[in-house]
C-alpha cells in the first residue's frame, strides 16, 4: 500500500491543466521546476497577514466572517485516507485561520487575482484539502471549521511618488461551501483513478506540451 501526500496548493491550476504534470508528480516523484514569479505573490500574502493579523475580518472585508484573523498555526497535515491501494493524505501551509467567540473557525486563503465568478470552484479542492487537515489532523487536536473562503486582493492601480509605489485595489470575500460529500467523490472518482492509470493512456491537453518538453529535457540530462 502507497502512501501518497498531497498539496493542496496542487489541486487549483496543477490539477486542473496538467494531469501528466501531476500523475509524473504523485507517482513518479518528477517534480515540476519552480518559477520566479510566484515570489511577488507570497510577498503581497505575506503583507496582509501582517497587516490584518489580530484585527477582526470584517473590519477589512464587510461581508468576511465575524471573528479574528490568526496566523500562528501554518503547517498543517492531514489523516491518512484509505482507498484501494493508497493512503492520501494532504499537507500543507495555510494562510489564516479566523477565530470566531464559539470557539469554531473560518478557514481563509489570500488571492491577489481579479474577482470572477469562477473563484470559488477554481479554490473548492484546495481549501477543502486544507479543511480535512485541520478538521482531521493526523496529530493534535480537530478544529470545528464553519466555512471557508478566499480573501481577494483585487488590484486596480498602481501610484508611485518620489521613489515609491502604491499598488492599489479592492478587497473581497468569496465564500466556498463545505462539501465533504463532493470532496470524498472527487478522491473516489477523479483522484485515484488517474493515480491507477498507466502514463500513455492519460489525454495530454494543450497544457501539457510545456511540461512535456520538460519532461523530455529531464530525461536526457539523467541519461
Given at each position: ?31 515540476r ?17 501582517d ?11 464587510k ?26 493524505g ?10 470566531h ?75 466556498i ?47
Amino acid at each position: 500500500m502507497s502512501d501518497i501526500w498531497i498539496s493542496p496548493s496542487d489541486l487549483s491550476f496543477f490539477w486542473k491543466d496538467t494531469k501528466i504534470g501531476f500523475f509524473d508528480k504523485y507517482k513518479l516523484d518528477i517534480y515540476r521546476p519552480k518559477h520566479a514569479f510566484p515570489s511577488i505573490f507570497n510577498a503581497i500574502d505575506q503583507h496582509m497577514k501582517d497587516s490584518f493579523d489580530q484585527k477582526n475580518a470584517q473590519d477589512v472585508v464587510k461581508s468576511a466572517p465575524n471573528g479574528i484573523f490568526i496566523h500562528n498555526e501554518e503547517k498543517v497535515k492531514s489523516e491518512l485516507i484509505t482507498i484501494g491501494q493508497y493512503r492520501i493524505g494532504f499537507k500543507g501551509n495555510i494562510d489564516s485561520l479566523i477565530k470566531h467567540d464559539d470557539g469554531t473557525y473560518s478557514l481563509v486563503d489570500y488571492k491577489t487575482t481579479s474577482l470572477k465568478d469562477s473563484l470559488a470552484d477554481t479554490y473548492f479542492l484546495q481549501l477543502m484539502a486544507y479543511c480535512m487537515c485541520l478538521s482531521k489532523p493526523m496529530e493534535g487536536k480537530p478544529k470545528v471549521i464553519r466555512s471557508m473562503g478566499l480573501i481577494v486582493f483585487d488590484p486596480k492601480g498602481f501610484i508611485y511618488s518620489h521613489e515609491s509605489g502604491l499598488l492599489n485595489g479592492s478587497m473581497h470575500w468569496v465564500e466556498i461551501p463545505i462539501d465533504i460529500p463532493r470532496f470524498k467523490k472527487w478522491i473516489k472518482d477523479e483522484l485515484v483513478p488517474l493515480l491507477d492509470s498507466n502514463r500513455d493512456d492519460i489525454e495530454v491537453g494543450w497544457h501539457d506540451n510545456e511540461w512535456k518538453r520538460y519532461i523530455e529535457t529531464f530525461y536526457l540530462e539523467k541519461e
